[in-house]
C-alpha cells in the first residue's frame, strides 16, 4: 500500500515538472519567434500615383487598418488616406524623402500622436547627395520619427512637419531631461529644415 501510494505522488511530481519544463521551453522559444503573419488588408499600386502626397512607383504597398472579416486581405482598390497605416516599396525601390532614399513610411503606433516612422537605406545615398541632415540621421543607425501638423501628408514639408520625435531608439523626445538628446534632434530638426522640399 506505501509502495502505492509513494508510486502515485513522484508520477505526480514527474507530471508536474514535465509540464513546467514544456511551458518553460515554449515561452522561451517565443521571445526568438519574430516571424508572425500580418493580416492588414493593403493595396499594391498598378501605376505611380501620389498617396499621402508621395510620389509612389508602381508595386507599392499600401497597408491600412480597417478590414471587414468578409474581405480578404489583398484589397483591389485604393483604400481611404486616413486609413492608411504603411507605404512600403519593392524591394530595392526607394523614394526620396527629405533627400534620403527611403524604402517605408508607416504611421506612429501611438494613436495620440499625429506622425509617422520614416525607414531609410543609406546604401543607396550616393556619397555626393549626402548632406549635413543625412550624415546626422544616418549617425543614429535607424528610422526617424515625425510629428506632424496634417496626418495625412506624409511628405517632407516643412509647413507641416512640427518636430523630430526620435531617431532610432538612442535619441527620444520622451526623455527632455536628456540635454544630449535633446540637442541631438534640435540640431536634427534644424538640418531638415535647411533641406530642399
Known sequence: METKKILIILGVIVLI???????????????????TVDESPYFITTKPMVVKNLNVPK????QYSKRYFWQKIEQKKMPKEEDITQIS??????????????T??????NPEMTGY??????K?????KETPFSKQWQSCHSNLG??????????CSKNNILDIESCS????????DDVNQQDFLNELYQELMKVAD
Not at 516599396?89 to 527611403?102: A, K, S
Request: charged content about 15%; aromatic content about 20%; glycine content about 6%.
Open 146 to 155: 515625425i510629428s506632424v501638423k496634417n496626418a495625412n501628408d506624409w511628405s
Open 104 to 109: 517605408s513610411i508607416y504611421e506612429f503606433y
Open 117 to 122: 516612422t520614416v525607414n531609410a537605406d543609406f
Open 169 to 176: 531608439v538612442i535619441y527620444q523626445r520622451y526623455f527632455s
Open 89 to 102: 516599396f519593392e524591394e530595392g525601390v526607394t523614394i526620396n524623402w527629405g533627400g534620403v532614399p527611403i
Open 17 to 35: 515538472v514535465v509540464g513546467y519544463f514544456y511551458a518553460y521551453i515554449k515561452a522561451s522559444a517565443s521571445m526568438y519567434s519574430t516571424h
Open 124 to 128: 543607396a545615398l550616393p556619397a555626393d
Open 59 to 62: 508595386g507599392t504597398k499600401i
